[in-house]
């Protein structure tokens, strides 16, 4: 039980002036474990964010700072092609590799999902991906960290952002295995903040006759989780200004990449993002342009499809960048959205939300129907606020590879084909015969290499057969 005291009664009248005091209904009724359950929940709520929410999306048409204005492609660094681009490129290596020794990098992971999608209890961080050794996404993601500090002698910190539905048991986790090796002086695991769902006319819905129907406020919530967790004051007493964040799903995702973080660190960006080129058109990402003259990230479904398949004078995608959810953030940056307040803009979803009804009992919902307005922020919300931009295109077959979905497309197949590929396009550079079938080319053994091992490909020579025999396993 909460050692903090709650007082129903200004509670009420404060839910009440702000048109909530429905949220008391059933207050009488319920037990003192309920009745502490419900106060914490409206006490946590600001009354204010939602009344401005309720107003812009329900009663009114709020703009976005990067709605209304010309569609136009971002600017882009292409993967290099020529000698000056090589040069640039090399130039950016140099400046991330100082940026990582002198310590000011750290790493940022949002891990707030579950992985009941994947067909596991608990969070999704846990599920095991390791082709062979069946390593978890947490171990993966750790054991790259931890090759970083070795490499760069670096102290590397390490912020995990969870949410309220798996907190507690990715601490647990993480104990557990003690961190892989990391320290956990060296980690903070923090909660993203929470936010009501709404009827259509904006009253907040009960979930249970005890209990706020709430759900995280989407990944731009790290913005916020950030400044309220005190971490920036941390980790600027820690030395760190940049921070390399990634998402927890992304098998292939290259974690304090030292030409992403030099690109940043050389243009003074507040905010820096990696993209890949659109499968096709039609590809379900969202896309990183301009608009009114600012950079920002356009949902695929905000692109109109004469726009989505334009092409230019050699036929290719004449808007390709894809959006990869993998950044770098200026710690000072992240300040400066927070200051005033959350800067972030909210956005609406129509969903299908599990409520009481007006006579405590379950509403029945008809199939398909959405009942209430879920609010939520993003990440790269954040780019039209900034002066100061980097996009930079990576490689798909090298940094992009999430687990989303059971099975088809970003799924743990996909992602183990993707995780075997790059450990055999680095063991046929070291020189090793990596096995394939002969009616589609694909792999004939299964591969595995810690991070530990090899972080880009290096000093595998030596260390893997010279022929790896078909159907075998090799863990390096």
Known sequence: MSSIQYDPASLCTMATAHGQGHLFNFFEELPEAGREKLLKQIASLEFSVVDRLIAQFIHGAGQLPCEGG??????????????????????????????????????????????????????????KIGPVTERTLFQLHAEKILALRRRYQAPIPWLIMTSDANDAETCAFLLQNKCFGLGMDTVRIFKQANMPAVDPEGRILLQAKDEIALSP???????????????????????????????????????????FIGHHVLARSQISTKVCRKRDWQ?????????????????????????????????????????????????GFVGELNR?????????????????????NPAALQPGEKNAIKFETFIFDALPYAERTVVLETPRQEDFSPVKNPAGEDSPATAQRDLMELYARWLASA????????KDGTLNCRLEISPLTSLEGEGLEGKAPKRIKVGTDVVL
Do not use: M
């Open 283 to 331: 590809e379900k990402v969202g896309l990183l342009c301009q608009r009114g003259g600012r950079l920002c990230v356009l949902e695929y479904s905000d692109l109109p499809d004469s726009l989505a398949q334009e092409t230019d004078a050699a036929g290719a995608l004449k808007y390709w960048a894809g959006s990869i959810a993998i950044h770098i953030l200026d710690v």
């Open 431 to 438: 020189g090793t015969k990596v096995p394939r079938k002969k």
């Open 217 to 259: 406020n989407g990944h731009g919530g790290a913005i916020k989780a950030l400044h309220d967790a005190g971490l920036l004051h941390w980790l600027k007493r820690q030395g760190v200004d940049t921070l390399s964040y990634f998402q927890v799903d992304n098998v292939l995702v290259k974690i304090g990449d030292p030409v």
């Open 70 to 127: 010309k569609i136009e492609p971002a600017p882009v660094l292409t993967i290099p092609a020529t000698p000056e681009e090589q040069q640039a490129e090399q130039a950016a290596r140099t400046a991330g590799t100082a940026a990582l020794r002198e310590g000011r990098v750290g790493c940022f992971l949002v891990a707030g999902g579950q992985g009941t999608r994947l067909g596991i209890q608990g969070p999704k961080g846990a599920f």
């Open 340 to 360: 005033g307040g959350f800067q972030l803009p909210y956005h609406k979803a129509e969903k299908a939300v599990p409520c009481v009804g007006p006579d405590g």
